[in-house]
């Protein structure tokens, strides 16, 4: 199986580690750019070795998911290969610190919960949330976010920017 494995620098260390493991079970890894011969098109080199992946592995974090990364490009190059394809295999999101995966379908996600410690789920609702409107799944970022807005309630948050920004998402998700 052909896995590919995107990641911004910070998670460089989580991303080898990842690498090892999936190769270690016979996987074939394309980790990051030393698998590109110098002066090749970068662009058309992930794009193409995004097509040619069997697993996706995304590692979710704030970085990662902020406006600018290539792990956005990345991950617009798979939902492209996997919406234009009858087969959509899974793809797994590892979310550090605590390694946990965030697994999605194209028309499905999957998100274990219960594996989160109670502390950091908010953060782990939020970067979901986040996660699903990127890849332009609005039906169930707007159900994270909402579930993240009763998170956020029962825990007696009254302020903050994660409430600020679940709250407006609530609102222009739901007109759209």
Not at 65 to 82: D, N
Not at 100 to 105: F, V
Request: glycine share 6%; proline share 5%; net charge positive.
């Amino acid at each position: 199986m052909h896995a590919f494995i995107s990641y911004v620098s910070e998670q460089s260390e989580l991303a080898r580690e990842i690498a090892l493991a999936l190769r270690g079970e016979g996987h074939d890894v394309f980790l990051d750019r030393s698998q590109l011969p110098e002066g090749d098109a970068y662009n058309a080199r992930i794009r193409q070795a995004i097509r040619d992946c069997d697993l996706l592995v995304f590692l979710v974090s704030p970085e990662a998911l902020s406006a600018g990364r290539y792990t956005l490009t990345e991950l617009k190059f798979a939902e492209e290969k996997w919406t234009a394809s009858s087969k959509a295999p899974t793809r797994r999101a590892f979310s550090p610190p605590c390694h946990r995966q965030i697994i999605w379908r194209p028309s499905r996600w999957l998100y274990p919960e219960q594996t989160v410690p109670k502390a950091k789920r908010p953060l782990y609702q939020y970067m979901l949330a986040e996660l699903q409107e990127q890849a332009g799944d609005r039906a169930a970022a707007l159900a994270t976010y909402r579930a993240l807005l009763e998170t956020l309630r029962a825990e007696g948050v009254a302020g903050g920017h994660m409430l600020d920004d679940a709250r407006r998402a609530v609102t222009r998700l739901g007109r759209e």
